[in-house]
């Protein structure tokens, strides 16, 4: 039988279209004014036909909201595609694949795969972020019922297995990162959703041409072969604020845009026609640098803000190099990963120069990396005793108080939260189940600002700025473009992760040739 693919599949795909979203966030119920204005709207685009897909958000900055899937059924009923945000941060492995099941049945096809806010206070207080799975571990999970894999591991196979799903998975990206090390970590972590299956990457937000030309020119340099949609979100004055202040995850407003919104602000119309203007000359800037297509967004829009910026991008397209300069609003200290083009204030193919090298060798990753080599390495002096040590003692008498002990040492060090399933090998002899807030392992979330932690800004690094400044040190950070940290087993949690290991129960036996791609 032919696969028959969606409108917006098809336009993706297409080198000859330039393929055109718009990002509905749900209200806070399914029976308010503002569920029946996003329907009226979703209709208007549908009726117009240059729209080929609207996005749903899921819980949108970590606050819930109706179920993306309810008003997706409504609006795929007047015929426009529909891409739902799938996150990690409030289903368990479990619950995802449930999820999976029950969109594949209703035709819900077209997802944008993400990591997500963390949750912010609801019922009675603060929610238990899940984070069971990141998202290349969801990439990984959707790719393999895609392929008709059955997630659990059986000695015998299903009688009646499932049918494949049929998912197209869009991931994001985001060049809007200040230091190296933030920058640097988000494309390495690109590498690892390719791998893991995705189909199509979307942007952050962001207002720098030179930026969103960088995501082009790493993609293709790189060999990432995947349509790009660039991002344009058009704020209002108070989101702006918020994204300013670093109240929107992963979103930021620099000081020279955030002074010149202020100013057009000071018009009759509040600057909303100044600000409209813009995202037209950023789309025509993203058509003609050569992007697959745009995703637009912002508060309060109505059909007629979305016609105006459509039209005046098509007519200002063939004159896209002159809003280069325009839109070039980022940080006077940003780092860009390659050198400036001076003649379209774009980039050329070359390197940039790595401000702030940090020479010099880290002493706990030298050390831990000496006894991890001695103990857990086959050919380390240690690595015979060791085994047979833990093996003795693996369900005997003595396991209770060699775990605890195992857990206090590794605690003191490394702040070991006992999970029985250690990954500090993989990364750099940092815990990610103490030192990130999403538990995250193959790579970061968008959330982090100048460094700092999303949930824990100006309290705690992120635990991926922090790998990245630590192999830095060793010229070792390419090796983070590759590889898969499978998700926590929790069926070895408060266990011996020692006892794991020489027995053959954690992930580092885990077969990486069952992976995607």
């Known amino acids: 039988m032919k696969k028959v693919l969606s409108r917006f599949h098809k336009s993706l795909f297409d080198k000859d279209e330039f393929t055109l979203t718009f990002e509905l966030v749900p209200s806070r119920g399914g029976r308010s004014k503002e569920h029946t204005r996003t329907l009226a709207l979703a209709r208007e685009l549908a009726e117009d036909g240059r729209f080929q897909a609207v996005s749903i958000t899921e819980n949108a900055g970590g606050h819930a909201a ?252 063939s004159s896209w190099h002159d809003f280069v300069e325009e839109l070039s609003f980022w940080h006077e200290d940003g780092f860009y990963i390659y050198e400036k083009d001076a003649t379209s204030g774009l980039n050329i193919p070359a390197l940039s120069e790595r401000p702030g090298d940090v020479k010099g060798v880290d002493f706990m990753y030298a050390l831990a990396k000496i006894f991890h080599n001695l103990m857990f390495e086959k050919s380390g002096a240690l690595y015979r005793p060791m085994k047979s040590m833990c093996l003795s003692t693996d369900e005997s008498r003595l396991e209770p108080f060699f775990t605890e002990s195992e857990h206090f040492i590794k605690f003191l060090l490394f702040g070991c939260k006992n999970c029985g399933d250690c990954t500090l090998a993989d990364l750099a002899f940092l815990c990610p189940q103490s030192g990130c807030a999403k538990y995250l392992f193959n790579g970061p979330c968008g959330g982090s600002r100048d460094g700092w932690c999303e949930v824990y800004p100006g309290k705690k690094k992120c635990l991926f700025v922090r790998l990245y400044d630590r192999l830095k040190k060793q010229d070792d950070t390419e090796k983070m473009k590759t590889g898969f940290i499978p998700p926590r087993d929790w069926s070895l949690n408060a266990t011996s992760s020692w006892i794991n290991f020489y027995s053959g129960r954690d992930h580092s036996h885990f077969d990486d040739s069952d992976t995607p791609g």
Not at 159 to 168: D, M
Not at 179 to 184: C, D, N, R, W
Not at 207 to 229: G, S, W
């Open 66 to 317: 109706l179920s993306p899937e309810v008003l997706g059924a409504e609006i795929r009923t007047m015929g426009l595609d529909v891409i739902v945000h799938f996150s990690c941060k409030d289903k368990n492995r479990n619950q995802m694949e449930s999820l999976l099941f029950a969109w594949d049945r209703i035709g819900l096809r077209n997802l944008l795969v993400i990591t997500g806010d963390y949750p912010k206070k609801g019922y009675l207080g603060h929610p238990k972020p899940v984070f069971d799975l990141g998202s290349v571990h969801a990439l990984d999970l959707i790719s393999r019922m895609n392929k008709g894999k059955f997630t659990e591991r059986r000695k015998k196979p299903l009688a009646c297995p499932p049918k494949p799903t049929k998912y197209l998975k869009g991931v994001a990206i985001s060049p809007f990162k200040r230091l190296e090390s933030e920058l640097a970590m988000q494309y390495f972590k690109l590498h690892r959703k390719f791998v893991a299956g995705a189909d199509y990457a979307i942007t952050q937000v962001g207002y720098d041409a030179r930026k969103f030309h960088e995501v082009l020119l790493y993609t293709k340099q790189n060999h990432l072969k995947m349509p790009i949609l660039g991002n344009v979100f058009i704020p209002n004055l108070a989101v702006a604020d918020f994204m300013y202040r670093g109240e929107v995850p992963g979103c930021e407003i620099p000081e020279k845009l955030y002074n010149l919104l202020h100013e057009e602000a000071r018009s009759p119309d509040k600057g909303k026609k100044a600000r409209l203007a813009r995202a037209a000359k950023l789309l025509a800037v993203l058509k003609g640098m050569g992007y697959d297509g745009a995703h637009i967004g912002g508060p309060a829009l109505s059909f007629e803000d979305l016609d105006f910026v459509l039209s005046q991008a098509d007519e200002l397209e």
